[in-house]
């Protein structure tokens, strides 16, 4: 993305154990404009000033990426993480995210998944803790405004070359502007 976009700044915000090595990754090849802020945001939530006293301008328009990160969250924890994102995001600001789509049963899963792989993530500590659905999704996320979902059929048919690939379905791609 550097070579893309030569004029922005990154930041990678991450639970301080898992960006430790994302640091020293990056230490050894030529890495410029990304910033790390280290916060463990199941415990301690977005810290924004920490954000800004890394550099961060929230009077600047920025483009928000959480990738299989919210479903890991209860959904006050989603909820102040959104907020903290509104607050921090200038006129212009975008957020990419997924989102685990909320079953009829309530369930927060994905389509095909087994009883097996919940216990698995229950044992590693990682069990799916919240979800919606997309048509909730609006009212959870404001001030943000949904721009677009894309689910595994979008997915699809943006890459003719994932014709024959599983893809699963479960998890939504949800772009939200301010």
Request: hydrophobic share 45%; aromatic share 12%; with cysteine.
């Amino acid at each position: 993305m550097q070579c893309e976009f030569p004029a922005a700044q990154f930041w990678e915000i991450d639970h301080p154990a898992t960006q430790r090595y994302k640091v020293r990754a990056c230490s050894e090849i030529e890495v410029q404009r990304l910033h790390f802020v280290a916060i463990d945001l199941g415990a301690a939530g977005l810290d924004g000033d920490a954000l800004i006293g890394s550099g961060f301008d929230p009077a600047k328009p920025t483009f928000w990426v959480a990738e299989g990160l919210l479903m890991y969250f209860t959904a006050d924890i989603v909820s102040s993480l959104i907020n903290t994102l509104s607050s921090l995001s200038a006129a212009g600001s975008q957020f990419a995210f997924t989102f685990m789509e909320q079953l009829r049963d309530d369930h927060i899963r994905f389509d095909s998944q087994t009883k097996l792989v919940d216990y698995w993530l229950r044992i590693r500590g990682e069990p799916f803790l919240w979800g919606s659905t997309q048509s909730e999704l609006g009212k959870i996320i404001r001030p943000w405004r949904v721009n677009r979902f894309f689910d595994h059929n979008d997915l699809r048919e943006m890459a003719s070359d994932l014709s024959d690939e599983v893809i699963a379905k479960g998890e939504v791609i949800c772009l939200a502007a301010i």
